[in-house]
């Protein structure tokens, strides 16, 4: 038990690192909260700041989940072995990391509990668990983006894609290396970060929610002087 409260805690203190208001200010000195959505994640870093300071947002993002599944995840504080009935221990731990990292990226300590959605911070998880899983999902994401042009739409499908994935690839076509914690966990982080896009699932409904406009390298709000 000692080992999964290090593992998480641990987890979670690397989840808050908040990337993109460390990024803003170090770049722009903007805090990417009081502009654009007033969200504080790698999209809206992308919106206000442009790219550049997007693709850095997003590289700290995703390695906060790498970080968490992959490294702190191994952490062993005592030789205690925890069995869980029908489940890789390992794995286990790494989903728990996982989700913890998740947790924090959306509630970070570091910046007053008001962190971004965890889009990117899961994807860095699930790709330290299964990274074939979460190709398909990345392309899922992609197509459903490129096709609508709505950002947290294809968030909402990704989420939902990657259980959906691990489940098919696990019991249809008998890939037991999958352990099915994968599948349990998975499904609790989705269910997060569908909670975390509620106000996008509204503005979806209702026709209000932004689209990107254009593919090219964005210059950001404060590339064009609105901030």
């Known amino acids: 038990m000692l080992n999964a409260i290090v593992i998480v805690v ?3 203190l690397a989840g808050s690192i908040p990337g993109s208001l460390w990024v803003g200010r170090a770049l722009n000195g903007v805090d990417v909260r009081q502009h654009g959505s007033g969200n504080m ?7 206000v700041l442009g790219w550049k300071a997007g693709v850095l947002a997003t590289l700290i993002d995703v390695g906060k989940g790498l970080l968490a599944a992959g490294i702190i995840a191994t952490i062993r504080v005592t030789p205690e072995v925890i069995e869980f009935p029908f489940w890789n221990s390992d794995v286990f731990y790494q989903m728990v990391a996982g989700v913890a990292a998740v947790g924090g990226h959306m509630y970070p300590i570091w910046a007053g509990f008001r962190g971004g959605k ?3 911070t899961a994807a860095g998880v699930l790709f330290a668990i299964t990274p074939y899983s979460m190709w398909i999902t990345v392309t899922v994401f992609l197509l459903v983006v490129l096709t609508t042009r709505y950002v947290s739409l294809g968030s909402l499908v990704g989420a939902v894609t990657f259980p959906s994935t691990v489940a098919i690839r696990k019991y249809v076509f008998g890939i037991d290396r999958l352990d099915a914690s994968i599948l349990v966990m ?11 896009h509620r106000t ?7 026709g209000t929610e932004n689209r990107i406009r254009t593919f090219r390298p964005a210059k950001g709000m404060a590339g064009r002087g609105e901030l």
């Open 118 to 120: 965890g889009m990117n």
């Open 186 to 196: 998975s499904l609790l982080i989705a269910a997060g970060l569908i909670y975390a």
């Open 41 to 47: 994640g790698a999209t809206n870093t992308f919106r």
């Open 10 to 12: 641990l987890s979670y």
């Open 200 to 206: 996008n699932i509204s503005r979806l409904l209702s």
